[in-house]
């Protein structure tokens, strides 16, 4: 399934995740440079990334600061109770600037760029967000091999991207909205199974 997960860091000092499918297992990876993250992204043609995608409306620019500090879908976001940081503040800035210029490189090779939010899946999962081992253990009860190694918390971020993506491509999951951009997240289930793909 050609679908890749990224969790993507604000800056190239600092780790991206990647993840995904090669046969039943789940691969990843670890890059700094949008070069790297460019170079594996040529093989894939739907691309899940965890970072603000696009500006609020009436938003023209990160520097200035008008007072609008939400899009439509952050704030349906909020409404579901799932903690978010607001694409404005701070650091958030330098990672949603580096998104959308990396959206705009991939939408010209024609490839599908989606936005999904690994906390959100691992609050509708109902699982720790920084508890590394539940979180290992809630993906191979999945049915999925995962490779025998120590994975750093942006990888695990990674793998959430790419089964956000691919319960997307199943029909099962549910999209934010609105006039100015739109989040995947897994359907919300009140009797969640676990189930392999």
């Given at each position: 399934?050609?679908?890749?997960?990224?969790?993507?860091?604000?800056?190239?000092?600092r780790?991206?995740?990647?993840?995904?499918?090669?046969?039943?297992?789940?691969?990843?990876?670890?890059?700094?440079?949008?070069?790297?993250?460019?170079?594996?992204?040529?093989?894939?043609?739907?691309?899940?990334i965890?970072?603000?995608?696009?500006l609020?409306?009436?938003?023209?620019?990160?520097?200035?600061?008008?007072?609008?500090?939400?899009r439509?879908?952050?704030?349906k976001?909020?409404?579901?109770?799932?903690?978010?940081f607001?694409?404005?503040?701070?650091?958030?800035?330098?990672?949603?600037e580096?998104?959308?210029?990396?959206?705009?490189?991939?939408?010209e090779?024609?490839?599908?760029?989606?936005?999904?939010?690994?906390?959100?899946?691992?609050?509708?999962m109902k699982?720790?967000?920084?508890?590394?081992?539940?979180?290992?253990?809630?993906?191979?009860?999945?049915?999925?091999?995962?490779?025998?190694?120590?994975?750093?918390?942006?990888?695990?971020?990674?793998?959430?991207?790419?089964?956000?993506?691919?319960?997307?491509?199943?029909?099962?999951?549910?999209?934010?909205?609105?006039?100015?951009?739109?989040?995947?997240?897994?359907?919300?289930?009140?009797?969640l199974?676990?189930?392999?793909?």
């Amino acid at each position: 399934m050609s679908i890749l997960g990224i969790d993507l860091a604000g800056s190239e000092k600092r780790p991206t995740g990647i993840a995904y499918f090669k046969d039943n297992r789940i691969l990843t990876k670890v890059v700094y440079k949008d070069e790297e993250i460019l170079k594996i992204a040529k093989n894939f043609s739907k691309i899940f990334i965890d970072a603000p995608l696009s500006l609020p409306k009436g938003r023209d620019s990160l520097e200035v600061n008008n007072g609008i500090h939400f899009r439509e879908c952050d704030i349906k976001l909020r409404k579901l109770k799932i903690k978010f940081f607001p694409l404005t503040l701070g650091p958030m800035r330098k990672l949603t600037e580096r998104a959308i210029k990396l959206k705009i490189i991939l939408k010209e090779q024609n490839k599908k760029v989606f936005e999904v939010f690994p906390g959100g899946f691992y609050d509708i999962m109902k699982l720790s967000r920084k508890n590394k081992e539940e979180i290992i253990k809630f993906y191979k009860n999945l049915g999925f091999e995962l490779e025998d190694k120590k994975f750093i918390q942006d990888e695990l971020d990674a793998i959430a991207c790419l089964l956000t993506g691919l319960m997307h491509e199943k029909g099962e999951s549910f999209i934010l909205d609105g006039i100015d951009g739109s989040i995947i997240l897994p359907r919300i289930e009140n009797n969640l199974k676990l189930r392999s793909y």
